[in-house]
């Protein structure tokens, strides 16, 4: 009996040890555990789900408070100042007024020139001698190659002070659409529209039906 007494005794120091080891490893695995979770914490409150919540950016001096279904891509939607910002816009513009995607691009004041100031400062001058029908109400002027403009068009409205301008690029590819751009100022802010050119049908309701949608983010 004290033979296995002292063997205990001597088998004591190392099981206590082991002991000691275990719970130290158990702690800091505990440690590692709870630091996760508080990162993943930190990190699910600073991130917003793709179709919730709002987005702060400024642009051009203005600070916006953007959807998050707003953003084209997923990479866009974190705050802070921008030179440029990518959006999609669903508005009421298709046919029989069906909503349809417009790719939006916003941009400093200072870095583009809206279309109705373009239509006199430069297509004017580079306009063909035809014309070609199309939406009621729209005129549609091709441009001059030699102009660099080779295979487009311009459709605007030759009755209005403020006229609709959309400038619309014939497509590279026979299976492509008709792709039209239209810039617009708000502010301090440039709105750049493109969409298919199917949309000019609808050109008088345009700005009717983007304005809610700009306004929501606070461009007005």
């Not at 082991?18 to 914490?41: K, Q």
């Not at 959807?67 to 974190?78: G, I, L, V």
């Not at 921008?82 to 069906?98: F, K, N, Q, Y």
């Not at 939006?104 to 279309?115: D, E, G, I, K, N």
Request: net charge negative; with cysteine.
């Amino acid at each position: 009996m004290p033979t296995a007494v002292a063997e205990s005794a001597k088998a004591r120091p190392g099981t206590v040890g082991f002991n000691l080891l275990a719970i130290l490893i158990a702690t800091a695995l505990s440690g590692l555990g709870i630091a996760y979770l508080i990162d993943r914490a930190v990190r699910a409150a600073n991130e917003v789900p793709l179709a919730e919540g709002t987005i702060t950016r400024g642009i051009g001096g203005v600070e916006l408070k953007i959807p998050a279904a707003f953003f084209r891509n997923d990479e866009e939607r974190s705050e802070g100042f921008a030179d440029e910002i990518e959006l999609v816009a669903r508005l009421p513009l298709g046919i029989d007024g069906r909503d349809i995607e417009i790719e939006v691009t916003l941009l400093p004041r200072s870095r583009a020139r809206p279309s109705a100031i373009l239509l006199d400062g430069v297509y004017l001058h580079q306009f063909e001698d035809m014309q070609l029908s199309g939406p009621p109400g729209l005129v549609g002027k091709p441009l001059t190659a030699n102009g660099g403009f080779a295979g487009e068009t311009v459709w605007y409205d030759a009755l209005s002070i403020d006229p609709f301008v959309a400038k619309c690029l014939a497509p590279i590819a026979p299976e492509e659409p008709t792709r039209c751009l239209r810039t617009v100022v708000r502010g301090n802010v440039a709105v750049v529209y493109a969409f298919g050119e199917d949309v000019l049908m609808n050109w008088r309701k345009f700005d009717e039906a983007a304005e809610p949608w700009l306004a929501e983010m606070g461009i007005r």
